[in-house]
Structure formats: structure tokens, C-alpha cells
């Protein structure tokens, strides 16, 4: 029996009229509804609502969110290459000029016919579990420790699966393009290390270490007495198993910490790899008091940290807020440029690598296809499709430029405005 319905009177393509005329275009990627019914493309990725509730997700919550829930709860599906879906739905959304979800009372006033007719009207569907649930004061402590939890606390067996060798969570560094993520990983640890100017008996502090990639790189490979601190149980718990394992106790130091409570002696060299995101806007001024506080004069500073192009602040969009990094902020390069001078700091370099960001999420994205047996056992459901949601989402946002990330280096010059550091960073380092 064939799925496709011989009527137009079906689910699919009673949607295919609401998307027609609420949006004046047509659907950029088939649909298959419950009933067996089809619209639009034959070929490419198929949308396929396996249950009403996926349309009450989205009458309850219209939008991004909406949509993210019914996927996560399984009631929306994507059959085909799923980031090739979201690439020709945003392709469709910028080639009619279409503003976000605004849509207007006539275009409500079908929606909910539509829905009606259609038998979607109904209670709010249960939210997926795998969703954020966050209580207290935006950015207290508790709170971020609850945020950080969320995300990197799934379980050291997932993240090993994922990751390369060295566990690094991060952009890497793809110099010749030719690079696997483990090379292309080992490549970013080298160049910080390279960028900080790093040797024998630098002490290093990594604000927010994850699993200690770069303490580890830096203590093996160039010789430093590294401090990390994190709020993840599960990073701290592996950075000490590692440490042990490579024999370096005393020269590799993990805290289970928040940046706020930092109250050590300046370090020669302070990184900070993709944690500015997490402190907020209403904190930032304070963690960049943080980093110029715990450096020496002439230490140098280097934050990788990704960037959203606008002129307002903002997290990853609602599914990224709701079930990957929830508070979450991200703002233009340059007002985090700003605020680093503000802080006391002279920026000697700033280096773009968002091509190189959209590489290493294509090659984690292809990991967990090719894992993704053992990645159901390891998230259980629900949080294989968040994860395969947000990777697909992840790699368009940096292929299509709606995020960026970036290395800032920086210094803290001593009373006399001297940095130490030479004439031109970029001939030093390569």
C-alpha cells in the first residue's frame, strides 16, 4: 500500500496550503504525515509527523521551540540527510524575506482552522525530559553550576565516544583542511600554547578546563605547571584519572571551582577556551576582572569564544537555550574586544576560525552517525535526537555565518605600558 495519499484533502497537504499562505512560499522539503499523505518534494529530506502532537507542540509554543520539542519528543522526524533539511529551510526563509515566526492574525486564524480540521487542537503535549528546567537568579552561582551540569555532566562514556583522544570540546584547527579532528585538534592545543608563548616552568591557568585537553598538551609538550578549574563533576573526576594516569601529579592541578572564587597568585599565562559564552552579559565585566587579575603584569591572555553577528546580545536561539547551553550568551566580536580593553587589557590579535568551527562539527556530527548505536545506549532516546539536532543546527550556523568564533590575544602590560610580547604574534607562533 503506498504511503502517499491520491487525495489533496490530506494532513500534508492541508499544511502545505497554510505554509503557502501564511509564508507565500512553497514547502522547501516533503512532508509525510500520519495519515500517509505527501506534499511537496519527492526527493531530497523528508519531514515526517509521525503524530498529531507534533503540530500541538507547535500551536502550544510557536516557533523554534515548538519544533524542537516535537523532534526531541519524536513526534517530528527527518528521514534523509537532516542538515540538508535545515539548509534548504533557511535557504527558503531568506529567499522569501520571512522575519522570524511573526505571523499575523489572518495567518492565526488559519493556522487554528487548519489545526481544527485537522483534530491538532488538544492539551500541550508533554515537554520533553531532556529539556532544561532552570530555577533561581539568572548567572548566581548555583545556577551556573545547574547550567553547566545540564550539558557536560551526560556521561564521560558519550563525550569519549564523541570526541577525539584528547577530549577537546572546542573548535579545532584545521590549517591545511586535510586534517582528521584528532590532528586538527592537537593542531588548536599548539597554537595556544604557541600563542600564549608558553616554555619550561610557565604557570598556566585554564578558566573552565573541560576534560583538560589543553592542560595536559600543555604540561606534556611544553613543560608548564597547569591549573584548571570547571563546574563539571564529570570533567574534574576524568582530569584526575588522566592526570594519574600520565604521571602529572604536581605539575597538572584541577579545581572543582567557579571563576568567581578564584583568589590565587597571578599566573604567567591565562587561557580561557569557550567559556566567556557561559558567564552572561550582566557578569562579563566581572570575569574579565577575573583573567586581568589572576595574570602578572606582561601575562598574556587568550579567549576563544564564539560570536553572533547583530547588534543586541544573544544565546544560540531557543533549542540551543532549552537543551544544550541554557543562559547562554553571544554577542559581536567586537563589543567582547571592547570589553576586554575596558577590563585593563591591550588586544594584540584577533583570529577568525569559523570555517574551522564548521569542520569540526561536521566531523563530530559524523561521528555519531557512525556511533549512533552506541550513542542511543549512552543518552537513551530523547537525547540522541538533541544532540543530532544540535549538531545539524551547530554546522549551518557557522557554514552560513549566523555564529562565528574567535582567538583573542591579549596582554597585560606592566606599569610602563610595556607587553613583552614581540613585534608581530602571528610570525612568532606559526
Not at 515537554?127 to 547550567?147: F, K, V
Not at 571563576?259 to 577556551?273: F, G, H, I, N
Not at 569559523?354 to 552517525?369: F, N, P
Not at 562565528?404 to 605600558?417: F, L, T
Request: some cysteine.
Amino acid at each position: 500500500m503506498s504511503l502517499v495519499s491520491t487525495t489533496r484533502s490530506g494532513a500534508a497537504n492541508i499544511m502545505e496550503e497554510i505554509v503557502d499562505g501564511t509564508f507565500g512560499m512553497p514547502l522547501p522539503i516533503g512532508v509525510r504525515a500520519w495519515d500517509g499523505s505527501h506534499a511537496g518534494p519527492a526527493s531530497g529530506p523528508q519531514a515526517v509527523l509521525r503524530r498529531r502532537a507534533a503540530l500541538r507542540h507547535f500551536l502550544w509554543s510557536p516557533g523554534e521551540l515548538g519544533l524542537a520539542r516535537a523532534f526531541v519528543a519524536g513526534d517530528l522526524d527527518v528521514e534523509g540527510d537532516l542538515t540538508d533539511g535545515l539548509r534548504r529551510c533557511w535557504a527558503a526563509v531568506r529567499r522569501n524575506g520571512l522575519d522570524g515566526w511573526r505571523i499575523g492574525a489572518r495567518g492565526w486564524r488559519d493556522i487554528a482552522l487548519a489545526a481544527l480540521r485537522l483534530g491538532a487542537i488538544g492539551p500541550r503535549p508533554p515537554i520533553p525530559a531532556a529539556e532544561a528546567r532552570m530555577s533561581g537568579g539568572l548567572h548566581t552561582r548555583r545556577r551556573d553550576r545547574a547550567a553547566i551540569a545540564h550539558h557536560y555532566d551526560v556521561g564521560n562514556d558519550f563525550y569519549a565516544l564523541l570526541l577525539d583522544p584528547s577530549m577537546a570540546y572546542s573548535c579545532g584547527y584545521f590549517p591545511t583542511g586535510a586534517e582528521d579532528l584528532a590532528a586538527a585538534q592537537e593542531a588548536k592545543l599548539e597554537l595556544i600554547c604557541r600563542k600564549l608563548g608558553l616554555r619550561e616552568g610557565t604557570r598556566l591557568l585554564d578558566v573552565g578546563c573541560g576534560w583538560g585537553s589543553l592542560l595536559l598538551h600543555a604540561a606534556r609538550y611544553h613543560g608548564v605547571e597547569a591549573t584548571g578549574i570547571t563546574l563539571s563533576r564529570s570533567q574534574f573526576e576524568h582530569i584526575e584519572r588522566r592526570v594519574s594516569q600520565l604521571g602529572l601529579q604536581g605539575r597538572v592541578h584541577v579545581r572543582l571551582q567557579d571563576y568567581r572564587e578564584l583568589t590565587d597568585e597571578p599566573y604567567d599565562a591565562v587561557a580561557s577556551v569557550e567559556m566567556g559564552e557561559h558567564v552572561g552579559e550582566s557578569r562579563y565585566d566581572e570575569y574579565v576582572a577575573t583573567l586581568h587579575r589572576m595574570l602578572r603584569p606582561r601575562g598574556r591572555l587568550l579567549l576563544q569564544q564564539m560570536s553572533r553577528s547583530g547588534s543586541a546580545a544573544e544565546g544560540g536561539g531557543a533549542f540551543i537555550s532549552s537543551y544544550i547551553a541554557p543562559d547562554m550568551t553571544m554577542v559581536p566580536v567586537g563589543r567582547t574586544v571592547d570589553r576586554i580593553e575596558a577590563g585593563g587589557f591591550e588586544v594584540r590579535d584577533v583570529e577568525a576560525m569559523r570555517e574551522h568551527y564548521a569542520s569540526t562539527v561536521d566531523a563530530w556530527a559524523r561521528v555519531l552517525d557512525e556511533q549512533q548505536e552506541r550513542a542511543l545506549q549512552l543518552l537513551g532516546p530523547e537525547q540522541l535526537r538533541v544532540w543530532r539536532l544540535y549538531l545539524a543546527g551547530g554546522l549551518l550556523a557557522f557554514e552560513e555565518n549566523r555564529m562565528g568564533v574567535d582567538q583573542i590575544v591579549a596582554v597585560r602590560s606592566d606599569d610602563r605600558g610595556a607587553s613583552g610580547m614581540p613585534p608581530v604574534l602571528r610570525e612568532a607562533v606559526r
